[in-house]
């Protein structure tokens, strides 16, 4: 059996984010086994593939900020997707005290 990929490891990490709670970019690399390579996790969610279930909008900033800016598409889709699971978006940010995810 073959090793999972950089990307699918951080696809797996982000898959066990529970529904109501989010975590930070920088904590998906360091999951993941990837250090402090916390920029490439955007990237390597952005491969992801037509069709899938990975919950994608659940990472976010450090700062509880959602990456996308205010009033574009992706931070809307981002901000209601949370909203539907219960996280209290404001100005774009989430409180990581309340809802960061804790594994």
């Known amino acids: 059996m073959t090793e999972p990929t950089k990307d699918q490891r951080i696809w797996q990490v982000v ?19 990837l250090g402090r390579q916390a920029r490439y996790i955007g990237k390597a969610l952005g491969k992801l593939p037509e069709g899938h279930s990975i919950p994608w909008y659940r990472v976010i900033r450090s700062n509880g900020q959602i990456a996308f800016p205010i009033g574009s598409e992706a931070f809307e889709v981002q901000a209601q997707s949370l909203r539907e699971e219960g996280v209290v978006v404001v100005d774009g940010r989430v409180s990581m005290r309340q809802f960061g995810w804790r594994p």
Do not use: T
């Open 15 to 33: 898959a066990a984010i529970p529904a109501g709670k989010v975590a930070s970019y920088g904590q998906i690399a360091d999951m993941a086994g």
